[in-house]
C-alpha cells in the first residue's frame, strides 16, 4: 500500500503530465475562458444584425445553446440557480428566435417563455441587457440616460471626468453613451417580437425601464457636470457633436491588433453597434476587422463551440508555467522555456489608460489575453513575473523584463495601501451615486483583499523588497482593516470568500506576519470552520451575490485548493484539517461531475461568471507542492 507522500507524488506527477500534453506549440495554454451562454447569444444577435450569414458558426452557436437549456426551460449562471436565471434565459430565447433555426412553438422555447413569464418577465432582466434589447429594436430608450456623453469634454482637474470610471467601465458606457444619446435602434427583416414576454402593459415602451431614479445628490452634482461643460466650452453650439467625436476617437485609439476594442466581448460588440449609430456603413472595415476578432476568439468546449468573452492565454500560461515549476520542473525543460519566451513576447511596452493616475511609471505590465497590448493589470502581472523568476539571474531580456515589470507592480499601489486590478485610486465615492446597476463592479477599481494579497505575496516570496518596507506594512495594514468580522476577506475575481481569505493569508505570511497574529488566527479558525465533512471546501456563487459566506454542499478541488495553501502557508506542522483537505484532493482528483465546472471566478454579482478550465489543474498541483515540500520532504513514510 502506497504512503501518503507516495500519494502525493503520483498526483504531483499525473497533473504535470496533463499540463505538459496541453500546451501549444507556442508555448501557450489555451484553455477555455467560460462565460455560460450570453456571449453565444450576443454573437448569434451581432450577426444577424449585421446580416452577415454565417451559418456554419450561428449553427453551432444555436446548439451550444440548447445543450446548456435546464429541464424547466430556463439557463442558470450557476448550478444551484435552482430557478433560473431570467437575464440568461432571455438572451438564449431571443437569439434563438433570432437565428432562424429555431421557432416559438418549439418546444425548447415554450419552455423557456414560460420560465421567464414565472420569473416575472423581460422587465426583470439585468440593466444591460435591457440596453442591448433597445438597441436592437426589442425596447423604447428611455429619455434620460444617468451620464450625459458631454462628460467626455471634461479635464482631468474637474471633479469627475471619464478617466474616473474603471477602464473596464470606459469601455464598455463609452459605446453606449453614444447609442443612448442617439437612441439608436436597428432591426432586420429577421427580428423576432418579444412583445409576448412582457408581463406590464407598456411592452418596452415604459421611459424607466432602465430604473434610472438618481437621487438628489446625483441630480445636483449631475448639473454641475452640465454647467461646467458649458462654462468650459463658452457655450459652443456644436458641444454634443464634440462629445460625440470625443467618444469615437476613445473607441477607435483603443482598438487592438485582432480589431476588438479592448479585447473585451462586450465592449466590442457596443463598439460596433455606437460605429453605426455614427453612420459607419455595416461594412465598414473597422466593424469587419471587430467581427473577425470576436471570431477568433471562439473556443470547443465538450463538443460545442463556445464565444469566449476574452481568452485567458497569458493569465493560464504564468500560473501554470510557475505551477510546474515549483513542482519541480526545470526552468530548463522545454515546456518551461516555450511558456516564458510566451509570456516574454507579451510583456507591455506601450502606454495605456493606466498612465493618467500613474504617469510616472514606464510600461510593463502583462495583460490577461494574447491580444492585449494596452490594458495591464496587476495579477497578471505577477503572475507572469512569478514563471520568469528563475530565468532572472542567467538571461539579460528576462531580467530587463523583470526590472520594468516590477516597477511597473510596484508603482500602482493605492493612496490607502491596497492594490486595484488596472488603475491606480480609481475609487472616487461620486461614482457610487450614479444609479447603474451593477455600478459597484463596473465604475471603480478600488483596492481589493485578493489583489493586494497576491501582490503582497509576490513581494514577499519572489523578491528582496525589506517586509518593514513602508509598501508592505501599509498594505498589511490595509488587509487588516478589510478583514470581515467573521475572519474571512472577500476576495473581487474568485468565488470568493475562500478565494479573498488564502490571497489574504497567504500575502501577510509572506510579508512577515506571525501566523499567530490575532487576524490570522481569525482567518485560519474561519477556514476550520466551513471545512466539509469529507475533508474539502466549496463555496456558493451566491456568496457573491449576498455579500456573506454561503457554503456550495460540496466540495470542489479548487476551492479546497485555496483553503489548503491557507493553512499550509500559516502552519509549522500537519494538522488533521490538512490532512483531510489532501485526502479530499487526491480521493476526487479524477472525478468527474458538476463541480469541475462551476465557476470560480466572477466579473460582475448576479449577472456573470466564470468557469476557468485550468483551475482544476493548477491550484490542486501548488497546494501538493507546498504540502510536500514543507511537511513531507525527508520523511520515510506517512
Not at 502583462?366 to 491580444?371: D, E, N, Q, V
Request: aromatic share 12%; net charge positive; with cysteine.
Amino acid at each position: 500500500m502506497k504512503s501518503l507522500r507516495q500519494r502525493i507524488e503520483a498526483e504531483i506527477n499525473r497533473l504535470i503530465s496533463i499540463l505538459k500534453k496541453a500546451q501549444a506549440s507556442d508555448g501557450s495554454w489555451l484553455y477555455p475562458f467560460e462565460t455560460g451562454i450570453s456571449t453565444d447569444a450576443y454573437m448569434i444577435i451581432l450577426l444577424r444584425t449585421l446580416e452577415i450569414n454565417d451559418e456554419e458558426l450561428i449553427q453551432a452557436l444555436v446548439e451550444r445553446i440548447l445543450s446548456r437549456q435546464e429541464e424547466n426551460g430556463s439557463w442558470k449562471l450557476f448550478y444551484d440557480e435552482e430557478e433560473g436565471n431570467v437575464t440568461a434565459t432571455v438572451e438564449a430565447y431571443y437569439a434563438l428566435l433570432y437565428s432562424g433555426y429555431r421557432k416559438k412553438n418549439d418546444k425548447e422555447l415554450l419552455a423557456a417563455k414560460r420560465r421567464i413569464l414565472k420569473l416575472g418577465g423581460i422587465e426583470k432582466i439585468h440593466m444591460f441587457s435591457k440596453i442591448m434589447l433597445a438597441l436592437t429594436g426589442q425596447y423604447k430608450w428611455p429619455r434620460y440616460f444617468p451620464i450625459p456623453v458631454e462628460i467626455m469634454l471634461l479635464p482631468l482637474s474637474f471633479p469627475i471626468n471619464y478617466f474616473d470610471f474603471s477602464v473596464y467601465g470606459r469601455a464598455n458606457l463609452i459605446p453606449i453613451l453614444i447609442l443612448a444619446d442617439k437612441k439608436f435602434r436597428v432591426k432586420t427583416k429577421r427580428s423576432p417580437d418579444l412583445s409576448d414576454l412582457f408581463l406590464s402593459r407598456d411592452k418596452g415602451e415604459s421611459d424607466d425601464y432602465l430604473n434610472l431614479r438618481p437621487s438628489n445628490d446625483w441630480r445636483s452634482f449631475l448639473s454641475l457636470i452640465q454647467n461646467g461643460i458649458k462654462n468650459m466650452m463658452g457655450f459652443p453650439a456644436n458641444l454634443r457633436s464634440l462629445a460625440l467625436k470625443e467618444a469615437e476617437k476613445y473607441m477607435l485609439d483603443r482598438i487592438e491588433p485582432d480589431g476588438t476594442f479592448y479585447s473585451y466581448f462586450s465592449s466590442t460588440f457596443l463598439m460596433v453597434f455606437a460605429c453605426l449609430s455614427l453612420g459607419y456603413p455595416k461594412q465598414h472595415p473597422v466593424i469587419t476587422h471587430a467581427i473577425r476578432g470576436l471570431k477568433s476568439m471562439k473556443t470547443e468546449i465538450n463538443g460545442h463551440i463556445h464565444m469566449q468573452y476574452t481568452t485567458a492565454s497569458v493569465w493560464n500560461t504564468a500560473l501554470i508555467s510557475y505551477a510546474l515549476q515549483d513542482a519541480g520542473v526545470s526552468m530548463k525543460d522545454p515546456a518551461i522555456q516555450k511558456a516564458n519566451s510566451y509570456l516574454l513576447s507579451r510583456q507591455h511596452y506601450r502606454f495605456g489608460d493606466w498612465m493618467v493616475h500613474n504617469p510616472s511609471s514606464l510600461p510593463g505590465g502583462w495583460g490577461f489575453s494574447a491580444t492585449n497590448t494596452i490594458n495591464p493589470d496587476v495579477d497578471d502581472t505577477s503572475a507572469s513575473l512569478r514563471a520568469i523568476c528563475n530565468l532572472v539571474k542567467k538571461d539579460p531580456p528576462y531580467r530587463q523584463a523583470w526590472d520594468r515589470g516590477v516597477n511597473w507592480l510596484f508603482s500602482m499601489q493605492n493612496e490607502d495601501g491596497g492594490w486595484p486590478s488596472f488603475e491606480r485610486d480609481v475609487n472616487k465615492s461620486l461614482l457610487n451615486l450614479i444609479p447603474i446597476q451593477g455600478g459597484e463592479y463596473l465604475l471603480t477599481d478600488p483596492s481589493t483583499p485578493d489583489l493586494t494579497g497576491r501582490t503582497l505575496e509576490f513581494f514577499g516570496n519572489f523578491t528582496n523588497l525589506s517586509k518593514n518596507h513602508p509598501a508592505i506594512k501599509k498594505a498589511v495594514k490595509w488587509l487588516v482593516r478589510n478583514q470581515e468580522s467573521n475572519g474571512s476577506w472577500y476576495g473581487r475575481w474568485g468565488i470568493c470568500y475562500i478565494y479573498g481569505t488564502w490571497a489574504a493569508v497567504t500575502g501577510m505570511i509572506a510579508a512577515g506576519v506571525r501566523p499567530n497574529h490575532s487576524p490570522i488566527q481569525k482567518a485560519l479558525n474561519w477556514l476550520k470552520e466551513i471545512q466539509n465533512s469529507d475533508g474539502g471546501w466549496g463555496e456558493s456563487c451566491q456568496s457573491d451575490i449576498n455579500k456573506t459566506f454561503v457554503p456550495l454542499g460540496v466540495s470542489t478541488l479548487t476551492h479546497t485548493a485555496w483553503a489548503l495553501d491557507a493553512l499550509i502557508a500559516a502552519s509549522d506542522q500537519l494538522t488533521p484539517e490538512i490532512n483531510a483537505g489532501i485526502e479530499f484532493l487526491l480521493a476526487a482528483a479524477k472525478k468527474e461531475d458538476w463541480t469541475h465546472s462551476y465557476p470560480k471566478g466572477q466579473g460582475m454579482a448576479g449577472g456573470f461568471y466564470i468557469h476557468y478550465h485550468s483551475y482544476r489543474y493548477i491550484f490542486p498541483l501548488l497546494v501538493l507542492s507546498h504540502a510536500l515540500k514543507k511537511f513531507y520532504n525527508n520523511k520515510e513514510s506517512l
